[in-house]
């Protein structure tokens, strides 16, 4: 038994805590951007600026669907595998004309979501394990269609990979606009609500008549349809269809954006603003380290850090 | 014992306790009573270390100055806890439940199961619960794992037994015995605090009171010669005048109830919980569900709900046949079920009161898939007005309400839904004496206007007062039916006790 020490310095740790909790993350991104201004030659040029924009964008579509995905207390990990599904339909559907092609691509993301979402709704498998078994039967199937590199030699996938509207490149637009949409709808639906609190008490969802099982399938639908777009421009800006590396490793980086931004594994709260913010912060991190310079592997361990002090943040939540 | 000093809790958005003071003496059954969020669960988990009370407070424990870091300290020094929400893991056994922490040993530290079962399950047995303890716990009913609860908490060694609300889903029988365990402790010389918001047990039981209002202690005294209409006045903080009799269920009696069943159920069988249960419930009465814990009234409730699914049988609304075991089906047929379990499955915590109360009609609250905010806030402002729900906002989470309002939340988001059945399993479980009145005034009410209700209370003199017709369950079966001046307390315990099949005409 201690004795009653109790300052102001809890409660005021409390509240900075949870401060943090809210605005971490676009802390951490103006950090980062105020050092790299500070030390890092040439990072205030528009050039970088947009380097930078267009790598984060693919990871921030797959994210977006992530967000959904964890918000019903739930994961995919399928998302790597179908930006490689989606990169071969590409390739083989392009010769019937891009739209044909980008139709095909995002199909696939559908289908695997359909299998992820049933697995997950009418089987009752776990999330996790369901989506491992479409992880890795999805890149299986991706290389069978499309064994090895191939260039994408389409002016119009061309355009979509490195064109811009008034300097911002459409990339970044798409991006922007897809993550107010799914803001959108997590805010202003009957989908958007019903699938937080379906991620908060799944049997509480369930017994005031919630269409539980609609709704998961459609966020594993949404998630893979995102997927597959992600790869659609991931494929355009790298004018090449690769399904053996494009979008490995894809499903640690979205999870990492999304909890970094504050959305907890636990469900029940999808924090679309944080998630950009996660993705930004990520990209800025990686960047500052391969600018100055580091090896990959500090890459992956500062990331390790940001997601542990993220996870070490939430855990604080709802303490006292 | 252990007493506290100028104890106040400041949560983010409201200030639960200003300024307490509070003395549980060694061999004193001390009742601490008080309206729907006036403070007392916060009080039991300040002195149980779930929660750091504000700086400038002093807690006072066997004459030392403590403070308790966590639960398992408090419990550690000896401070034992049955809270108001059943607080143990659901996926272990009953078993591993009880012994929690503190498991029996064997040789290299393995829990040794054998010993751990044959004491777990005499120690239940000493309180008259006959279970296996190696199933787990979740598939035991609220009550039994309350049972659990008691049993774990007088087993170790404690000095200071905190009970909030463990009455509220006991049988009459389980009742007795928790009282003799009461007894059993306070002639050991230890300090039992006591929440309910029962009359009747506290004036059979305790021996000195406090009343919390708003956060602050009103009152505090030996118990025997406080008169209860004093007692009630002064939790609510209105005069002796304005409050009625409130021992008294605030029910008018008889309806008048249509002629043809506005529900009717055929011979529901769901194995090893029901077996051809059959019911009619009228537009405008109240059809009370009587029988003992386990006996398959919360599960008859949740097979006409479609949230549990039977094997052979059917139910009909309005003549139209309802799909089994889908609850949206059977909401849009008109069928609403307040779920005995409010907290694993009524209350979605993490969301506001405003998003709770709107959930299940949220589809006729929004046009293309859109929410309508401007019709949500009217909605949810005329239930939070009418059924005096507390708190700070609506935007508050509902996780964060005390037990009695998250009650309260729930009856609202059905209220919303304009049912024409209301299935309540215990409506009134965990309600302030003024708010029960008042929700059994609009079980009332809701009859009065053509709903037809069918209601289930562990309370006799609710069931009773409230219901116009009593169906009696026992293992899962209908063996009488109580009508009209039948129904007394007398008819109902002569049925609920009889063997199965036998009363049966
Ligand atoms: N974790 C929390 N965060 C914010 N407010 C809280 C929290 N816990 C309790 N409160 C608030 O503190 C007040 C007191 O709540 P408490 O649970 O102690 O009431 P109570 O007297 O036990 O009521 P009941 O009879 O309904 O159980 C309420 O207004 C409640 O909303
Ligand atoms: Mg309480």
């Not at chain 2, 870091?69 to 550690?76: E, G, I, S």
Request: proline share 4%.
């Amino acid at each position: 038994m201690t004795e009653l020490t109790l300052g102001r310095v809890s409660a005021d740790r409390a509240r900075l805590l949870r401060l943090l909790q809210e605005y971490g993350v676009y802390l951490g991104v103006l950090v980062l951007l105020l050092v790299n201004i500070a030390f890092t030659p040439h990072f205030l040029s528009g050039e970088n600026f947009r380097t930078q924009a267009v790598q984060v964008a693919p990871v921030l579509v797959v994210a977006l669907g992530m967000a959904l995905a964890i918000g019903t207390e739930g994961v995919d990990l399928s998302v790597g595998s179908v930006m490689a599904l989606s990169t071969s339909l590409i390739s083989l559907y392009l010769g019937y004309g891009v739209w044909i092609a980008l139709l095909a691509a995002l199909l696939g993301g559908i289908v695997v979501g359909l299998a992820n979402g049933s697995l997950v709704a009418f089987v009752g498998v776990q999330p996790i394990v369901a989506t491992l078994a479409l992880m890795v039967a999805g890149r299986g199937l991706a290389l069978v269609m499309l064994p090895q590199l191939k260039q994408v030699n389409d002016p119009d996938m061309a355009a979509l990979g490195s064109g811009d509207l008034l300097g911002v490149p459409y990339l970044v637009l798409i991006a922007a606009g897809l993550a107010l949409l799914v803001a959108f709808v997590v805010r202003r639906t009957t989908f958007g609500r019903q699938l937080l609190a379906i991620g908060d008490s799944r049997p509480a969802a369930q017994l005031a008549g919630l269409p539980v099982r609609r709704v998961l399938i459609l966020v594993y639908v949404l998630c893979g349809a995102l997927a597959a777009f992600a790869g659609v421009l991931a494929t355009a800006r790298l004018t090449a269809s690769d399904p053996t590396s494009l979008g490995t490793l894809m499903e640690l980086s979205a999870i990492t954006a999304v909890v970094v931004g504050g959305t907890p594994l636990s469900g029940g709260r999808v924090r679309i603003g944080g998630t950009v913010a996660g993705a930004v912060l990520i990209q800025l991190l990686t960047a500052t380290l391969i600018k100055h310079d580091l090896p990959p592997s500090w890459t992956q361990i500062a990331q390790a850090v940001v997601i542990v002090l993220a996870v070490y943040a939430a855990r604080e939540r709802g303490k006292r | 014992m252990l007493s506290v000093s100028g104890l106040s809790k400041t949560f983010p958005s409201v200030r639960a306790l200003d300024g307490v003071e509070f003395t549980a003496r060694a061999g004193e059954v001390h009742a601490l009573v008080g309206e729907n969020g006036a403070g007392k669960s916060t009080l039991i988990k300040l002195l149980t270390g779930v929660h750091r009370p504000d700086p400038g407070g002093t807690l006072t424990y066997d004459g030392r100055e403590v403070s308790f870091a966590t639960p398992l300290d408090a419990q550690q020094a000896g401070i034992s806890t049955i809270y108001q929400e059943v607080n143990l893991v659901p996926l272990m056994s009953v078993a591993r439940n009880l012994f929690l922490g503190r498991e029996p040993r064997g040789r290299l530290g393995l829990i040794d199961f054998r010993r751990m079962h044959r004491e777990a399950e005499r120690a239940l047995a000493e309180l008259g619960v006959r279970v296996d303890v190696r199933r787990p716990l979740r598939e035991l009913g609220v009550g039994a794992q309350q049972m659990v609860a008691l049993a774990r908490a007088v087993a170790v060694d404690a000095r200071v037994v905190l009970m909030d609300e463990p009455t509220s889903s006991l049988e009459p029988r389980e009742v007795a015995t928790l009282f003799g365990v009461i007894r059993m402790l306070r002639e050991r010389g230890i300090a039992v605090i006591y929440v309910s918001h029962r009359m009747d047990e506290l004036y059979a039981i305790c021996d000195t009171v406090t009343v919390l209002r708003d956060g602050k202690v009103v009152h505090t005294g030996p118990l025997a010669g406080l008169d209860r209409l004093r007692l009630v006045s002064l939790m609510l903080g209105r005069d002796m005048d304005t409050v009625q009799d409130e021992g008294l269920t605030k029910f008018t009696g008889e309806h008048d109830a249509g002629r043809e069943p506005v529900l009717r159920a055929e011979e529901l069988t769901a194995r090893h919980r029901l077996s051809e249960v059959s019911l009619d419930i009228r537009p405008g009465e109240v059809l009370g569900l009587g029988g003992l814990l386990g006996s398959g009234r919360s599960e008859t409730a949740k097979a006409l709900a479609g949230a549990l699914p039977v094997d052979s049988g059917r139910v009909t609304v309005a003549g139209t046949r309802v799909r089994g075991g889908s609850t949206p089906a059977a909401i849009r047929a008109g069928i609403s079920l307040l779920p005995e379990d409010r907290k694993a499955e009524g209350i979605v915590p993490g969301l506001s009161v405003r998003e709770n109360i709107a959930l299940a009609a949220l589809p006729g609250l929004s046009r293309f898939g859109l929410v309508d905010e401007a019709r949500i806030d009217r909605i949810v402002d005329t239930f939070v007005k009418r059924l005096r729900i507390k708190a700070s906002s609506a935007h508050q989470k509902v996780g964060e309400l005390s037990g009695g309002n998250q009650q309260k939340v729930l009856l609202a988001r059905w209220l919303a839904m304009n049912p024409k059945v209301l299935l309540l399993d215990e409506p009134t479980r965990g309600i302030d004496v003024g708010a029960k009145a008042e929700v059994q005034k609009l079980i009332d009410e809701l009859a009065a206007d053509g709903l037809g209700v069918l209601l289930i209370s562990s309370d006799m003199e609710e069931l009773i007062e409230g219901s116009d017709r009593v169906v009696v369950l026992k293992d899962g079966a209908v063996v009488e039916e109580l009508t009209g001046d039948q129904v007394t307390e007398d008819r109902l315990m002569r049925a609920i006790a009889a063997p199965a099949g036998e009363s049966r005409d």
